[in-house]
């Protein structure tokens, strides 16, 4: 993923990963597991790089997700991600749309309680999601998700 090489921005990053890997392409509980996981990390990505020490992954990790679990994840790492937009100076952003609105379409059509997906794949989907996440650098190397000031906040 650090190659950003033929990619016109993160955005065209995401699509062509999930278009190269079946599992994901193919199957959207699979997806939507990965696209939460790359949410949780893009904003645990945010959180470290603000000091803040008790991150989303560390709220929500792999091994306690499930499909009852999901909904209330989501839910918690949405809220997150629009207080995080809302500091940013980039005010009217959304922070991590790019993930956000895939996961929606999925999560809208079938709730997650409803989903054949086992608990294990779903685990090994939002890992990777997760890593993904973690690891969803500009493709420009400067972070548009970047504020002009820390916070330093430690409780959220």
């Known amino acids: ?34 696209l939460l996981g790359a949410l949780v990390g893009r904003v645990a990505a ?4 603000r000091g803040i020490s008790r991150t989303v992954i560390r709220q929500h990790p792999i091994d306690a997700m499930t499909r009852r679990r999901i909904s209330t994840t989501l839910n918690k790492v949405l809220e997150k991600n629009a207080h995080y937009s809302e500091k940013d100076e980039k005010a009217g952003m959304l922070m991590n749309d790019r993930y956000i609105t895939r996961l929606s379409d999925i999560v809208n059509r079938r ?5 054949s997906l086992s608990t294990d794949d779903l685990r090994m989907h939002y890992g990777l999601g997760l890593t993904y996440g973690k690891n969803d650098d500009s493709t420009d190397h400067t972070d548009e998700e970047e504020p002009a000031t820390a916070d330093t906040q430690t409780d959220d």
């Open 46 to 49: 945010y959180q470290n790089r």
């Open 1 to 34: 993923m650090s190659d950003t090489n033929g990619f016109s921005d993160r955005d065209d990053r995401l699509a062509q990963f999930i278009d190269s890997h079946p599992a994901l392409a193919e199957d959207e509980e699979r997806r939507a597991a990965f």
């Open 111 to 115: 709730t997650p309680e409803e989903w």
